[in-house]
């Protein structure tokens, strides 16, 4: 059975919950590579930079948005860095004719947008996720067995295992994998992918 935190604990162990990078942004679209993916995203793929994670250009080295995107079951599979925008501006242009999702984590900010074909069918924060927008605010339910989102209180020494945010976290990249058909891992995140330099915000 997998640990409730496995998932949060292998973004941590790549450094992505960090000083340098407090917190992730992921992003997923269907039928797409990481090429398409940035030209949705306003940035020029013309000249992608191949490179493992510990050799992207760190952020004082090269200020502004950028992308470290390859592809997985069929979906372009991305890690974005300093892309501030709300996934609200961005979904409709990167889904439409496919399907996206985007989650972000750190920034004080932790939520999940889905969206098919430009529309915005499903949001929420992660850590508290009973107030639900989008076209379809319960459109992604039947993927949620098993998952535990909502924060307890860490005051409440009754409750055994309390959720906490590395277990929603978690819990939130375990339902992209259901979605997409592959969870984040450490072979993904341990490969060569392409960077990309992203339309500034």
Known sequence: MP????????????DLDSEEYPGFHLLWAERMGGNELC??????????????IDNLARPEAEPGPKM???????????????????????LQ???????????????????LDWAVDGVLVTCFAIDWPTERGGFDPHALDPLMEG?????????DYSIQDPVTIEVSVTS?????????????DAKWLGAVHSSYSLKPN
Request: aromatic content about 12%; glycine content about 8%; overall charge positive.
């Open 3 to 14: 640990h409730p935190t496995d998932l949060y604990d292998l973004m941590v162990s790549f």
């Open 39 to 52: 030209r949705r995203l306003g940035g020029d793929p013309a000249r992608p930079f191949r490179c493992d």
């Open 68 to 90: 470290w995107a390859g592809t997985a079951y069929g979906w372009a599979q991305a890690l974005v860095f300093q892309l501030y925008t709300s996934p609200m501006s961005f």
């Open 93 to 111: 242009q990167v889904s439409r004719g496919t399907r996206a999702l985007s989650i972000q984590c750190g920034h004080s900010t932790y939520r």
């Open 147 to 155: 998952l535990a989102f909502q924060l307890d209180n860490p005051d």
């Open 172 to 184: 939130a990249l375990r339902r992209a994998g259901r979605i997409t058909g592959r969870e984040i």
